[in-house]
């Protein structure tokens, strides 16, 4: 006699557990979310722009111009672009270190399009980019535009790559007006293995070291409003600003008066920035922070007892970590700021000393400048070794032991810095990018819901930065390493300007089993119920006999279910039965409804 099964089972998946300690439950999936208790398809992702960033991005903010107009401030560890929402055409707005006058600097050689370029004094390094504008027809090339470097030559000379080879050798050019642009930063975290490396008489002179603790992090942006004005700071350098109402459209100008190496920056809700990692005093300090006066982004003067618009320009160290790596504003007057062991809540008080500074958290650290998100007045966060939140205490964030170590276990030495995350509004979650083994750039996602306290898994939308913009339509905008941006939950597809791709999915089950294995039982159909589908779902039953770590498929059968279809009969046997569901094409859809089954003994027993 068949006895039914249910196969719903709870949200959420299971990673850090064997198959059998899993069961009841779900062991993976991708292009899935769990939404009031049921299963159903990831939504697509639109591009918003049709002409790629240079760089991978590497920091994103969205504000106003105070005018209606919303804009995307976006970094890369070679530009810094602006992206406004009524046309989203990538504003370059890279600052300009140095401007010079040129005179017939360019040699060209006929055939090639490598083009010699005489340039006095300092410039950047191979990869950085050069402006020019002004020039006159020189060996059939005009060349104004930006370039990259292609190399750096010793004497003043610099190599670019011309977009065509020229028709004959010459040199000329007439008057250019130039500018080196702000120098390229690292991409990768790269180990320095220097003949400096490593302990004092360690190796011989002049020979790069076989180890070292030496880290060249990737240049991050660290990008804040101040009302309609953008605030941003590469990581290492100076603080830059960029006002979205001049005309014709301005590089990013350096903030006068500011520290002029800072990690990063943070804009209070009481409007004062914070900037920290600085060199007050003279020489960079990672645990120092330096706060402008109240209301003035250019008045960093510690001396004055008050700011012209409230509290005065103060400085300080913490004492817990070796560095800051980022700061976030939680919107009631305190600020979080991350060690890379510890946090610390800076309380704005009003008075001369401006904040009242508590450690409220220790060995939870902040894995990189991107890994944190705000949701309201509450800080989400990867540390080093696990997930945490802060909500007036910090906490660890529920039930990630479900996916905890299998999480940790995946990220390379030194790429937790390219952990990102952002922040689902509507479906309530909060989602963390991270970088797996034999990748350089995150591919993998675990994803918390806030209101059910379950984790998932998602491989299917990578991205390097992520913003929202305000208002009604809060959906997370995320910056691929492709150098688009997209929204996310826009359609059922990936509209990409290359093309559509389906967004495919599936669900994987932990291997069930009935009167604890100790019978073996064959299935006689599936019921499927569903609240919504577009397309074929496939539906794959495999057996097993016992489940250790490599369990062997003693039977399986695959069906599809048409939207119009209710049951159908499977017929495998089996100690513990698993399921896998999935679907693919454009256009595909669903959301889970009732799943049921029918089984009965077939014999075999312990």
């Given amino acids: 006699m068949s006895t039914p099964v249910s196969l719903d089972l709870p949200p959420g998946v299971v990673k850090t557990q064997s198959a059998l300690a899993a069961k009841g439950r779900y062991i993976d999936c991708d292009g899935v979310r769990f939404w009031q208790g049921k299963p159903e398809k990831l939504g ?4 918003l722009t049709s002409i790629p960033v240079i760089g991978a991005p590497r920091g994103m903010c969205a504000w106003s111009d105070l005018a209606g107009r919303q804009i995307i401030g976006l970094g890369t560890p070679v530009k810094l672009y602006a992206i406004p929402n009524d046309s989203f055409v990538p504003l370059d707005i890279t600052p300009l270190i140095q401007s010079v006058a040129l005179i017939d600097p360019f040699t060209t050689t006929a055939g090639s399009n490598v083009v010699t370029v005489a340039w006095p ?9 050069v402006d020019f504008s002004g020039a006159s027809a020189v060996g059939g090339l005009t060349l104004n535009g930006t370039f990259p470097i292609n190399t750096v030559v010793s004497g003043g000379v610099i190599t670019i790559i011309a977009p065509a080879p020229a028709a004959s050798s010459a040199t000329g050019g007439g ?5 080196n642009e702000l120098s390229a930063g690292v991409v990768d975290p790269t180990i320095g293995y220097g003949w400096g490396a490593g ?4 190796g011989t002179w002049g020979t790069p070291r076989a180890t070292s ?10 990008l804040d409003y101040f009302g309609k004005i953008l605030l941003a700071c590469p990581m290492g350098g100076s603080i830059y600003s960029w006002d979205p109402t001049v005309y014709p459209t301005p590089r990013a100008a350096i903030v006068p008066n500011a520290p002029t190496t800072a990690t990063g920056i943070v804009r209070t809700g009481d409007y004062i920035v914070i900037a920290y990692g600085t060199n007050y005093g003279g020489v960079q300090n990672y645990m120092q922070w330096w706060a402008c006066a109240q209301g003035d982004y250019t008045n960093w003067d510690v001396t004055q007892f008050a700011g012209p618009q409230g509290s005065p320009s103060v400085t300080g160290v913490l004492s817990e970590g070796t560095e800051i790596v980022a700061a976030s504003d939680l919107g009631v007057h305190i600020t979080l700021v991350w060690t890379d062991t510890s946090v610390y809540a800076f309380q704005f008080t009003g008075s001369q000393f401006v904040f009242d500074i508590s450690r409220v958290g220790k060995e939870c650290g902040l894995l990189g400048p991107l890994a944190k998100v705000i949701v309201d007045t509450v800080a989400f966060w990867a540390g080093n070794s696990g997930f945490y939140m802060y909500n007036g205490s910090v906490s660890p964030i ?8 299998w999480v940790f276990s995946q990220i390379p030495m030194n790429y937790g810095i390219k952990t990102v995350a952002n922040y689902n509004e509507k479906y309530k979650e909060v989602r963390f990018e991270f970088v797996v083994t034999g990748g350089t750039e995150p591919t993998i996602a675990v994803v918390f819901n806030i209101e059910g306290q379950f984790w998932y898994t998602s491989y299917s939308i990578p991205y390097s930065s992520s913003t929202r913009f305000t208002g009604a339509d809060s959906r997370p905008i995320i910056a691929k390493t492709d150098g688009f941006i997209y929204q996310m939950d826009n359609g059922l597809d990936v509209v990409a300007p290359g093309g559509t791709e389906p967004q495919n999915w599936y669900l994987l089950t932990a291997p069930m089993e009935i009167q604890l294995g100790v019978q073996s039982y064959g299935t006689e159909y599936i019921a499927i119920d569903m609240e919504r589908q577009v397309g074929t779902i496939t539906v794959t039953i495999s057996a097993y006999d016992r489940t250790p770590a490599a369990a062997t498929v003693i039977d399986s059968q695959t069906v599809t279910f048409d939207p119009a279809d ?3 009969d499977v017929r495998v046997c089996g100690r513990q039965l698993q399921a896998r569901y999935s679907g693919s094409g454009l256009g595909c859809d669903f959301r889970m409804g009732v799943l049921k089954a ?3 003994p077939n014999g075999a027993r312990n």
């Fill in 44 to 47: 697509g992702q639109l591009a």
């Fill in 121 to 129: 004094g300092q410039i950047g390094s191979a990869g950085s980019y």
């Fill in 175 to 179: 008057a250019v007006s130039a500018g």
């Fill in 199 to 202: 302990a004092w008489g360690v």
């Fill in 213 to 222: 603790s030496i880290v060249f992090t990737p240049r991050y942006w660290s």
């Fill in 398 to 405: 529920p039930n990630q032991n479900d996916i905890l170590d």
């Fill in 566 to 568: 209710g049951t159908t």
């Fill in 598 to 600: 029918a089984v009965q």
